[in-house]
């Protein structure tokens, strides 16, 4: 069965600075989509990247960029120049070709001023 | 389009009375989704439907729980009766067919507000 991990709770950074949010996943398949959504206090699931397996380019989206190690099974998330606006719970996210995603517990950003 | 809608955004009830939540997807979306978020299990499915059809229900949690799609822009997820620890958020997404719309967006589930449920 395919299990995503994260094991960084709580999480914080300054504005401005850049934060790295880490995220593990275990699989035996060779194709298969990665997410990152995210939470703000208004509870909205909103999907923040995603990374198609088959491509070895990192994903970016504007501040939000992607480290993938296939072979390392690792799918971490990069904010660069973090706003205020960032603070919200984020999930890493696994899906095979069934459109299922399997998520994991979170972690939760903290921006501070 | 005006998202993924669902209702309503939050009930409280007491033990033992029915709950029912209703969603309603993006127009064209093929696949429907009901997830459950609490502090201590995060976010779990409970069932997905794939046109109007259950595909993977093994997450729902017991006999007490029923979901449905009557057709495409309606499904309904329902409790009866209602424990207290039913309370969570529920929330509903939808996606596009993969083989469809491989470019832009398939595989991406689209979440609704959520639905916030209080079994007292």
């Known amino acids: 069965a395919q299990t995503v991990t994260q094991s960084q709770p709580e999480m914080s950074v300054q504005e401005a600075e850049t934060v790295t949010l880490s995220c593990t996943y275990d699989?035996?398949?060779?194709?298969?989509?990665l997410f990152w959504y995210k939470q703000p206090p208004s509870r909205q699931m909103i999907l923040v990247i995603r990374q198609e397996a088959y491509k070895q380019q990192n994903a970016t989206e504007n501040r939000f960029s992607v480290n993938f190690q296939k072979a390392a099974k690792s799918f971490s998330l990069k904010i660069s120049d973090s706003q205020l606006g960032d603070t919200a719970m984020y999930f890493c996210a696994f899906s095979h070709n069934t459109d299922k995603l399997i998520f994991g517990t979170g972690t939760r950003l903290q921006v501070f001023p | 389009d005006a998202g993924v809608i669902q209702s309503p955004r939050h009930e409280v009830t007491e033990m033992g009375q029915e709950v029912t939540l209703r969603c309603k997807p993006i127009?064209?979306?093929?696949?429907l989704f009901w997830y459950r978020q609490t502090m201590m299990r995060g976010l779990e499915l409970l069932i997905y439907f794939n046109n109007n059809v259950p595909i993977d229900d093994s997450g729902m949690p017991e006999d007490r729980f029923s979901a449905k799609m009557p057709n495409a822009s309606f499904s309904t997820l329902k409790i009866q009766p209602s424990e207290p620890r039913d309370s969570a958020v529920y929330f509903c997404?939808?996606?596009?067919?993969?083989?469809?719309?491989?470019?832009?967006?398939?595989?991406?589930?689209?979440f609704g507000a959520g639905s916030r449920l209080t079994v007292l």
């Open positions: 699989t035996s398949e060779s194709n298969y989509y």
């Open positions: 127009s064209g979306h093929d696949y």
């Open positions: 997404a939808s996606s596009p067919h993969p083989g469809r719309d491989r470019a832009s967006g398939a595989n991406v589930l689209t």
